[in-house]
């Protein structure tokens, strides 16, 4: 059964420092998400995407965070440069039809 | 705006006992989706069902089931005899049509989970 796959599972980075977070979704499916978990809470709504564009997005989706579909099977969420509360899994998530997601397992971010 | 609370924070039950995670909702749309997912200690979100606004048939897959009422804007999970393996985080989310652009897009608005413990 096809999958949502992301890399890396686990990502260590210096404050200040920029990070990629890469989701390969599901090749069929249209649209596209990403959610955050800091550890020990609710999982987060940051951002959708559909037609090559942000389709909607939370508070928490700030201006440095950046959502792209680079070509046409990864999609990539770059943090500008990061804090140490931005410490988290970060799950993608991808679906066909709306809201009928499939979640990929997750990079945990670690922001010293 | 969306809302969901689930205000079992943790559930410690022994192997073989029925237990019930609770589910309240709040949407101004007559239109929404329902969901459980279940995360293991291991961390990913797995998947465990959709139920849209206009179905309010209870379902029962197995030793899970789910009892869907709009009159009190609940969606009830209830696991019966209860195994080590359950034990989990279990999260109740929402998707409603609130998105700003209405492309359909939306995300899922998830409850703040209910740990669930089972001993043996």
């Known amino acids: ?112 | 705006a969306q809302k969901v609370t689930q205000a079992q924070t943790e559930i410690s039950v022994v192997e073989k006992e029925d237990v019930t995670l609770d589910c309240v909702y709040e949407t101004r749309d007559t239109t929404y989706y329902l969901f459980w997912y279940k995360q293991p200690p291991s961390g990913e979100l797995v998947f465990l069902i959709r139920r849209n606004s206009f179905d309010e048939q209870n379902e029962i897959s197995g030793r899970y089931s789910w009892n869907f009422q709009k009159s009190t804007s609940s969606f009830n999970f209830t696991i019966t005899a209860s195994q080590v393996v359950d034990s989990a985080v279990y999260f109740c989310a929402l998707s409603d049509t609130g998105g700003y652009s209405g492309g359909g897009a939306d995300g899922l608005t998830f409850g703040k989970g209910t740990h669930l413990i089972i001993q043996p």
């Not at chain 1, 649209?31 to 809470?41: E, K, N, S």
């Open chain 1, 1 to 112: 059964e096809p999958e949502v796959t992301q890399t890396p599972s686990h990502q260590v980075t210096q404050m200040g420092q920029e990070v990629i977070l890469r989701c390969v979704p599901i090749s069929n499916h249209l649209y596209f998400y990403w959610y955050r978990q800091i550890l020990g809470q609710k999982v987060e709504f940051l951002v959708s995407f559909y037609n090559n564009e942000i389709s909607e997005k939370s508070e928490i989706f700030d201006d440095q965070f950046s959502v792209e579909r680079p070509d046409g099977s990864n999609f990539t969420l770059k943090i500008r440069s990061t804090k140490l509360e931005d410490s988290a899994m970060y799950f993608c998530a991808s679906s066909e039809r709306v809201r009928d997601s499939a979640f990929g397992p997750g990079t945990r971010l670690t922001v010293l």
